[in-house]
């Protein structure tokens, strides 16, 4: 079965200061990857995504990711974190179940940023 | 504008009561889909629906049932069979259940409390 595993609970960072958040996933495939971005007491909006091709992609408010299949990683990255970051991250992970099964998005348990001034 | 909307935001229900979440989308998506979230603990997935008039249970549908009547409608009751109700439920849509690419959407979400 599919897994996501964000080892961090909780990230403290300055403002201004780069942010990395991590993300491994189980799954023996190639996994479609999702960064999701959750505002308190919002609902989920999708930062970026993976299917194939450059393992190096771009999302929306400066994000970026990159997948590392030798490493089961999508680690999450900005170079600069603006005091509008602050919220919880959720990497997700969805698998092609063939044919018409349904293809389930599992999520990892999140990792709350938190900056500072 | 497109989008998902759900009601109520916040939801209070006494013991022993079943109460209904809304979800509407008007996406034009074929997909929508139900989950919990608890603190420290992801989104877990309720029900699912791939196609209008069809669904399927979850990792943790039991205390839960929905409906899939319209295609862009998916309630989602808790019944009193349900031990532990309090947490926030998220609705979702996407294009299609069955391309793992199809990101999903999700709408703002219901805070229940049961007192």
């Known amino acids: 079965a599919q897994s996501v595993t964000q080892p961090d609970i909780h990230i403290t960072v300055s403002e201004g200061a780069s942010l990395e958040l991590r993300c491994n996933y189980s799954?023996?495939?190639?996994?479609?990857l999702f960064w999701y971005v959750q505002s308190p007491g919002q609902g989920l909006q999708l930062l970026l995504k993976?299917?194939?091709?450059?393992?190096l992609v771009q999302g929306i408010k400066g994000f970026e990711a990159e997948f590392k299949r030798s490493q089961s990683s999508f680690n999450l990255r900005k170079p600069s974190v603006h005091w509008s970051d602050a919220a919880e991250y959720f990497c997700?992970?969805?698998?092609?179940?063939?044919?018409?099964?349904?293809?389930?998005?599992?999520f990892g348990q999140g990792t709350i940023l938190t900056v500072h001034p | 504008d497109g989008g998902i909307t759900q009601s109520p935001k916040y939801l209070f229900r006494k013991e022993g009561q079943n109460v209904t979440l809304s979800c509407e989308q008007n996406?034009?998506?074929?997909?929508m889909y139900w989950y919990r979230q608890d603190p420290g603990q992801g989104l877990r997935l309720i029900y699912y629906?791939?196609?209008?008039?069809?669904?399927q249970k979850g990792d943790i549908a039991e205390g839960y049932s929905v409906s899939r009547e319209k295609k862009e409608s998916f309630p989602l009751t808790v019944t009193s069979a349900q031990k532990n109700p309090t947490a926030f439920y998220l609705c979702?849509?996407?294009?299609?259940?069955?391309?793992?690419?199809?990101?999903?959407?999700f709408g703002p979400g219901t805070r229940l409390t049961v007192l």
């Open positions: 979702a849509s996407s294009l299609s259940g069955t391309a793992p690419y199809n990101e999903q959407f």
């Open positions: 799954y023996g495939a190639t996994p479609y």
């Open positions: 993976y299917f194939s091709g450059d393992t």
């Open positions: 997700a992970v969805s698998m092609d179940a063939g044919g018409t099964s349904y293809g389930k998005l599992t």
């Open positions: 996406l034009n998506h074929d997909a």
């Open positions: 629906s791939q196609i209008v008039n069809d669904f």
